[in-house]
Structure formats: C-alpha cells, structure tokens
C-alpha cells in the first residue's frame, strides 16, 4: 500500500535492492551518532525480511532521494500482541512537510490492523520534535525503567544464528 504527500511517496519496503547503503547513511547519521558499517545492508535486509517488521520508506517523487524511515516491529507475548516503534527519522531538508506524521499514523493503523494491544516506542527528552508529534498521537510517557544489558559479540551484523 502506497500513501502520498503530493510530493512524498511512502510505502513500505520488503526489497534490500531499494536501499543505497550512502544514502542511508546519511539519513542515518540524523538519527544516532553511530556510523553505519558496510555490513549494515546484511542486518537491513534481515530486517526486511522478517514477518514481524513493517519498516516504511519515504522518497522524494521528483528527485528520488530517500526522506525518512520508521519501523514497526510486532511482538507476541504469551498474554498479548504489541508494537514497538523504531528507527523514525526524516532528511532536515524533508521536515515539516508531514512525512514523519504520515509514518507514524501509517504504523499505527498497521499495529491496529494486526491485533496489537498497544504501541511503545522510546525518545529522548532532547528530542522535542519527536516528543510533540508522539504526543500529538497520544503517547504518554510510562512510569518504568528502561533496563538494557549489552552482550559481547552482539554487535556484529555478519551473525544469524537465532535459536
Ligand atoms: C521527529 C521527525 C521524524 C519529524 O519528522 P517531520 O516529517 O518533520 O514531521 P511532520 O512534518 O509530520 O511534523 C510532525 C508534527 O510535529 C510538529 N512539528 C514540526 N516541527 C516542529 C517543531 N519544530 N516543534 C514542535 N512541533 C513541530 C508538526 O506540526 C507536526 O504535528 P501534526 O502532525 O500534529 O501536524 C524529524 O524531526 C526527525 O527526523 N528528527 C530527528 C530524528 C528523531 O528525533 N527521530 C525520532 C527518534 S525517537
């Protein structure tokens, strides 16, 4: 399904050969301080390809650049089905234009679609454009802790084991 914006089209994308490794990152590069290695095009197209991940491209019609990403990721539990938010972010020469807005609302209604009970996602309180448009939505942000535990080796995007 293809959502437009006059200019913008969003879709989602299933096809690693859609993704130019430099064009993403520099979109990237807007999201995170981390530098995309080469193999980053083997873990995107793991991504891709995974039932559970809806991940939305946004492109400029006229120039065909990329304009923005976000990914919905599905996820079973033994009691409930929810969605987790990921990887939002739009090209500065993009923004302001809906793109980010039109993802989201996109994602949303996909995790709807799909039976999940609620969405989360995480943003820092220094995202502030991120924090009204989330908030425009009617994210609320939950009194928890955030616990992450780093594993050796689990950085390495050439690994694919999963048992
Ligand atoms: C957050 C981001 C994805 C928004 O993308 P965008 O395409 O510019 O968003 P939109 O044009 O759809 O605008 C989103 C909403 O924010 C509002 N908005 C836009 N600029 C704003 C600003 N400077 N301050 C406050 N609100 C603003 C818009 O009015 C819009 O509200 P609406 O949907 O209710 O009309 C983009 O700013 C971005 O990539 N930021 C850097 C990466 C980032 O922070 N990602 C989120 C990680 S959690």
Redesign the pocket.
């Known amino acids: 399904m293809t959502d437009s914006l006059d200019r913008y089209e969003v879709k989602r994308s299933v096809d690693i050969t859609e993704i130019d490794l430099n064009e993403l990152r520099e979109l990237y590069a807007?999201?995170s301080s981390s530098v995309l290695a080469d193999g980053t095009l083997f873990q995107v197209g793991r991504m891709l390809r995974a039932p559970q991940n809806i991940a939305l491209v946004?492109r400029d019609r006229c120039t065909g650049l990329l304009?923005?990403c976000?990914l919905l990721t599905i996820v079973d539990q033994i009691t409930k089905r929810t969605g987790l938010?990921?990887?939002?972010?739009?090209?500065?020469r993009?923004?302001?234009?809906?793109?980010?807005?039109?993802?989201?609302d996109r994602l949303l209604r996909s995790a709807r679609d799909l039976g999940c009970r609620h969405v989360e996602?995480?943003?820092?309180n220094a995202?502030?454009?991120?924090?009204?448009?989330?908030a425009?939505?009617g994210f609320v942000r939950r009194d928890t802790n955030v616990l992450r535990l780093l594993l050796p080796h689990g950085s390495d995007p050439g690994v694919s084991t999963m048992e």
């Open positions: 807007y999201l946004a304009a923005g976000a938010i990921n990887d939002v972010v739009v090209h500065p993009d923004r302001n234009q809906g793109i980010g807005g039109l993802m989201l996602l995480t943003s820092s995202r502030a454009t991120a924090n009204a448009l989330y425009s939505r």
